[in-house]
């Protein structure tokens, strides 16, 4: 049982370039969600989905797209990478099967650098 | 709108105890504990409901003031394998289950 998998969990990008932060969970989960984490600023929900198809935006929107086609896969876009978007980037799931309330299974990150 | 933690670092000899607060201007409907240690991800420590309940896990334990939208931390008899940085997570219900939001965070360093 592998949790949740992020790849790649290092990477530097040049601005303007684009690429897809991967994330995929193996326990079912309906609820899956994106943070960055910055020093001083905590955890900040970037989009989050709960279930196929749905996904709702979080406090930190701009310049990341997501898509949910598959309850395993949540993968984050970036468009156009600016020097600001460097951060550590957590995925997170929890299930609905068993109500609200349930605690999130982060993977270990991705440590993104953009030069 | 983040969560407000406080205090934003605590230092402790081992033994002793820390109490860190969260508290939110929203209407809550659970409050999360996380603990991080440097470089990791995060690890649940315990959820609140509303209902004022308080939670224990080993000598870390945990409150919920519904009516005034806080939940505080407990760390009695510090230990080493304490020191990290804890974040509350809070999520409002409704169309919003499984939407955290978090605080800032609390660094927590014990020294021998």
């Known amino acids: 049982n592998a949790g949740v998998t992020q790849t790649p969990k290092f990477q530097v990008l040049k601005t303007g370039q684009s690429m897809t932060l991967q994330c995929a969970q193996d326990?079912?989960?309906?609820?899956m969600s994106w943070y960055r984490q910055d020093p001083g600023m905590g955890l900040r929900l970037i989009h989050y989905?709960?279930?196929?198809?749905?996904?709702d935006q979080g406090e930190v929107p701009n310049g990341y797209n997501v898509s949910r086609s598959t309850t395993e896969d949540f993968p984050l876009r970036l468009l156009s990478a600016a020097p600001s978007q460097t951060s550590v980037y957590f995925c997170?799931?929890?299930?609905?099967?068993?109500?609200?309330?349930?605690?999130?299974?982060f993977g270990d990150g991705t440590r993104l650098s953009i030069l | 709108q983040q969560p407000v933690q406080s205090p934003q670092a605590v230092i402790l000899r081992e033994g002793e105890d820390a109490v860190i607060n969260c508290s939110s201007s929203k209407a809550l409907y659970s409050v999360h504990w996380y603990r991080q240690k440097h470089g990791e991800a995060p690890v649940f420590l315990m959820i609140?409901?509303?209902?004022?309940e308080q939670k224990g896990h080993e000598k870390i334990s945990a409150s919920f003031n519904e009516k005034k939208q806080q939940s505080s931390l407990y760390l009695t008899a510090s230990q080493l394998s304490y020191s990290g940085t804890y974040f509350c997570?809070?999520?409002?219900?409704?169309?919003?289950?499984?939407?955290?939001?978090f605080g800032q965070g609390t660094i927590l360093t014990v020294h021998p």
């Open positions: 997570g809070t999520e409002s219900g409704g169309t919003s289950y499984g939407k955290l939001t």
């Open positions: 989905s709960v279930g196929a198809g749905i996904t």
């Open positions: 997170a799931s929890s299930p609905r099967d068993r109500g609200p309330n349930q605690p999130q299974h």
């Open positions: 326990m079912n989960h309906e609820y």
């Open positions: 609140l409901l509303k209902g004022g």
